[in-house]
């Protein structure tokens, strides 16, 4: 199964952007890149996914590098509601069936 | 509206007992899941169902026992609960099996075996 490597753990100063990066060197070329985020206490929570371009939504960037080795999540500006354990995840075949593959996920702090 | 709930939220049990957790969406979707976060937060995929039908299994023991009474629900029964079972359980949906999917993951249940 391919693998995301993220740092534990990031830090942040309230309304300032953040990226966080993932690296996954074994991604294969039908690999989407997902991310979702877990508040404490609640699910995951889906944030933004992209397969080759960079993607914009209302929470997120997700920019993707041209080889596909790693990606980095950008909040463009960090709120402490934003404090959360954020998941890259490779959207992975496996025999036809399709599965999440969480890593261990950054922890992100902001700080007020 | 809870696009995807489950219950009970909280569950403390006796080893050994016989308990189910249930889970419904409302979304319209064809695929839901298990997923199992244990105490070091490691989320894992236990079942995958589309169509009612299943088509992931992860080696989970044969004590945990899925079912599919219809495409918006997905229950999960488990036998002999065991110590290591304690653990929060999440259910999720999405509109099909294609890696562009996205997945929508109900709140939890937190199962403690004592």
């Known amino acids: 199964d391919a693998k995301t490597t993220q740092p534990n753990s990031m830090e942040s100063n309230e309304e300032e952007p953040v990226h966080l990066p993932c690296n996954h060197s074994?991604?294969?070329?039908?690999?989407?890149i997902h991310w979702y985020r877990q508040l404490p206490s609640q699910g995951p929570e889906y944030v933004i996914h992209?397969?080759?371009s960079n993607v914009n939504n209302r929470m997120a960037s997700l920019a993707i590098a041209e080889d596909r080795k790693s990606s980095t999540l950008i909040l463009h500006r960090a709120t402490l509601r934003d404090a959360a354990v954020y998941y890259c995840i490779l959207r992975a075949t496996t025999s036809g069936t399709y599965k999440y593959i969480f890593g261990t996920g950054t922890r992100l702090k902001v700080l007020a | 509206d809870t696009a995807v709930s489950q219950t009970p939220k909280y569950l403390v049990t006796q080893m050994g007992n016989d308990k189910s957790i249930k889970c419904e969406q409302n979304?319209?979707?064809?695929?839901m899941y298990w997923y199992k976060q244990d105490s070091k937060k490691f989320l894992k995929i236990m079942f995958s169902?589309?169509?009612?039908?299943?088509?992931i299994n992860e080696t989970v023991p044969n004590r945990f026992s899925p079912k599919s009474p219809d495409k918006a629900h997905l229950n999960l029964h488990i036998n002999s609960l065991e110590l290591g079972d304690s653990a929060v359980y999440f259910c999720a949906s999405s509109r099909g099996q294609g890696a562009g999917n996205t997945i929508y993951f109900g709140e939890g249940s937190w199962l403690t075996v004592v």
């Open positions: 169902y589309n169509n009612k039908e299943l088509i």
């Open positions: 992209g397969l080759t």
């Open positions: 074994t991604i294969s070329g039908t690999d989407y």
């Open positions: 979304l319209g979707h064809d695929t």
